[in-house]
């Protein structure tokens, strides 16, 4: 069964300062990752993927994440965090099942960015 | 283009009642899901359709939940009769291929 674990509930950092939300992952095949974003009062917003290919993936927002199958990891990074980054993360492992993607989510991180 | 729609986006109900929750997908998409987050707790796959069809409903917690989708379009989601246990944020979303891009604001059930 896939499982997917963040580790930090909650992380609290500057405004202009660098950011890594860790996501450790488990999956009997190739996975497909994805990190979402949750700002208050929106729904879920998908940030970026990782199917195949390149393990150093681009997003929006300026949002980079890389792949290490070695320690089936799959963080999230940027390089400068802006005030409006403030919301919840939440990383996600998905299964192709009928045309579609079947996700388990780790249990998120709330980001607060303190000016 | 509208994203995905949610109603309501609260509820608040009395255990023993019936809570019909209701999803508009993307339009043109025929995959729709369901997902519920449980307070503290990570978002949990409920259901999948694909158009009318139910694809994957492995998810659903027991035969007091009801998902339909009328002729591929919107989806309702019943919950009857509701628990306590019930509570909790109960996601939709809708995708044409493998990628969920965004997934609706949700509706809060609060089972009192």
């Known amino acids: 069964a896939q499982s997917v674990t963040q580790p930090d509930i909650h992380i609290t950092v500057s405004e202009g300062a660098s950011l890594e939300l860790r996501c450790n992952y488990s999956?009997?095949?190739?996975?497909?990752l994805f990190w979402y974003v949750q700002s208050p009062g929106q729904g879920l917003q998908l940030l970026l993927k990782?199917?195949?290919?390149?393990?150093l993936v681009q997003g929006i927002k300026g949002f980079e994440a890389e792949f290490k199958r070695s320690q089936s990891s799959f963080n999230l990074r940027k390089p400068s965090v802006h005030w409006s980054d403030a919301a919840e993360y939440f990383c996600?492992?998905?299964?192709?099942?009928?045309?579609?993607?079947?996700?388990?989510f780790g249990t998120g991180t709330q980001l607060k960015v303190e000016l | 283009e509208a994203g995905v729609t949610q109603f309501p986006s609260h509820s608040v109900i009395e255990k023993g009642q019936t809570v019909t929750l209701r999803c508009d997908p993307i339009?043109?998409?025929?995959?729709l899901y369901w997902y519920r987050r449980v307070m503290g707790k990570e978002i949990k796959f409920l259901l999948h359709?694909?158009?009318?069809?139910?694809?994957?409903e492995s998810g659903m917690p027991n035969n007091r939940f009801l998902a339909e989708r009328t002729g591929g379009t919107y989806s309702t989601l019943k919950v009857q009769p509701a628990e306590l246990e019930d509570s909790g944020v109960y996601f939709c979303?809708?995708?044409?291929?493998?990628?969920?891009?965004?997934f609706g604001q949700g509706t809060r059930l609060t089972v009192v």
């Open positions: 990782y199917f195949s290919g390149d393990t």
């Open positions: 999956y009997g095949a190739t996975p497909y």
């Open positions: 979303a809708s995708s044409q291929d493998r990628v969920i891009a965004f």
């Open positions: 339009s043109g998409h025929d995959n």
């Open positions: 996600a492992v998905g299964r192709v099942t009928g045309g579609g993607n079947k996700l388990t």
């Open positions: 359709f694909v158009k009318e069809s139910k694809q994957d």
